[in-house]
Every structure is written in C-alpha cells, then in structure tokens.
C-alpha cells in the first residue's frame, strides 16, 4: 500500500515527464502518446492506475511507460511482493498445484499457471534479485 504522499504523487504525475523524454534503449527522443489505464497486481489485490503516461520511441518501436520503472513492476504486472510470492510458490512443486492451491490460499492470488511460470523462470535467470 502506498502512503499518503506517494498517492498523491501518483495521482499528481501518473509517470507524466514532459513531452518527450529520451529512450531507455537507443537514447532518442522519443514523443508523449498519451495516457493508459495500468492495472497490475499486489498481494492486496488488483491495483488501476488511471491515466498513466505513455511514450512510444519510433526509431527502436518500443513503448514505456515511466510509472513502471518508479513501481519496480515487473513485465508481468506484479509487483516486487507479488512476484516474489508467486515465485516462491512456483519452486515447492508443479506450477499447477502452485497456481491452483498455494497462491490462493497464501495470498488469495488467482494467477494462471504459465503467469506462474514465467514468473518463476524469470527469476532463476537474475539470481539474488528477489
């Protein structure tokens, strides 16, 4: 849960840094396209974040979205906590058993398995991250 001032930065910014910014990857410029709706989840639930801010890059045809980086989300849309868990949870067993029965009941998350998955696949490829 975010504090009091943090929600009012969020509401305030929604990841908003002007009309252009330049490209985490190639470096240009890249222009403001508008606003989108984020939703991701927590261990508290789903989670909108209305009118985030989104910037396409023509050169490299990536997107960005400032607000993600600022959350720590993942591409998955959890956050660090739930992806943590979930990635817990995938390494006791099946990745079935581990969508279906542990996540419900540890964190009433409802995920489907290959979002379990590739959660926890893509841990074991940044070691001591988590």
């Not at 956050?79 to 390494?91: I, N, S, Y």
């Not at 398995?113 to 988590?130: C, H, I, K, V």
Request: glycine share 10%; aromatic share 6%; with cysteine.
């Amino acid at each position: 849960m975010l504090a009091p001032l943090g929600k009012r930065l969020l509401k305030h910014t929604r990841g908003y840094q002007g009309s252009s910014v330049s490209c985490p990857s190639c470096q240009r410029p890249s222009k403001f396209q508008g606003s989108r709706d984020k939703k991701f989840i927590s261990l508290l639930g789903e989670i909108v974040i209305e009118d985030s801010a989104y910037y396409h890059w023509p050169a490299c045809h990536t997107g960005h979205v400032p607000i993600d980086a600022a959350l720590a989300l993942a591409a998955r849309r959890l956050t660090p906590a739930a992806e943590e868990l979930t990635t817990l949870a995938g390494t006791v067993g099946s990745f079935a058993v581990a969508a279906e029965k542990l996540l419900p009941k540890m964190a009433g998350l409802g995920l489907g398995e290959s979002t379990l998955e590739r959660a926890t696949e893509a841990a074991d490829e940044r070691p001591g991250q988590l």
